[in-house]
Each structure stands twice: as C-alpha cells, then as structure tokens.
C-alpha cells in the first residue's frame, strides 16, 4: 500500500505561484510514474502532469504547459508541483496519484487532495 499526503495549497492571486508537495509513505516510489490530477465541482477530475519513475519523462496537459513543472526526489519519496503564473481557472482540488509501472494497472494510489484557489 502507497499512502500519498499533499500539501502546499492555498489562496493566492492570478500571477502568483504555489509549490504542492506529495509525500508517499508505505513503500517507496521509486517504481512508480506519478502524476498530478486536478477537480471543480463543476468538472471531472482532469489530469495536470506527470513525471516517469525516474524522472526522466514529463508530460503536461496543454493548459499548463509553460507554467507548470513537476518534480520528484525518490530518495525523499516526493513529489513537487511548481505552479507559476496561476489563473482563476486554475482553481481546483489538487490530487496526487501513483501508477506501478510494474503492473500498469492504472492510478491505484491517491491522496486526499491539496486546494488551490487563484483570485483575480
């Protein structure tokens, strides 16, 4: 079992940046591709980036691409999400999720969720 913690939400105003954070505990993730999702109440859970196991390879959804970077430190078992320039329709509950690339079987780990609200 992967217990996942996120933290660094908050309010903050359009233009400004937040740095979320992932903390695993359980086993280590250091086999897993681990990404960050994000959910309004008004829309599906959408998904925001991703970083490989050994953080090689990132992939970032078109609307944050250029603003966003995420991170990971295996040996700390952390996960970052750099959020520069945040909009408005940047607010929303930030989730972290862990997928084994051993088994590929999908996002089976998640945490509680971190909110972000950007004013404008």
């Known amino acids: 079992q992967v217990q996942l913690v996120e933290s660094g939400g908050g309010l ?15 086993r280590t ?7 960050w999702f994000r959910q309004t109440p008004e829309k599906e859970r959408e998904f925001v980036a991703l970083i490989n196991s050994n953080g090689g390879v990132t992939y970032y959804a078109d609307i944050v691409k ?6 990971r430190d295996n040996a700390k078992n952390t996960v970052w999400l750099q959020m520069n320039s ?5 607010t929303a509950v930030y989730y972290c999720a ?4 051993r088994t590929n079987s999908g996002y089976d780990y998640w945490g509680q969720g971190t909110q972000v609200t950007v004013s404008s």
């Open 12 to 26: 903050v105003q359009a233009g400004g940046s937040l740095r979320l954070s992932c903390v695993a505990s359980g």
């Open 29 to 35: 993730l250091s086999t897993y591709t681990m990404a």
């Open 66 to 71: 250029g603003r966003f970077t995420i991170s």
């Open 86 to 90: 945040l909009k408005p329709e940047d």
């Open 98 to 101: 862990a997928n084994s690339e």
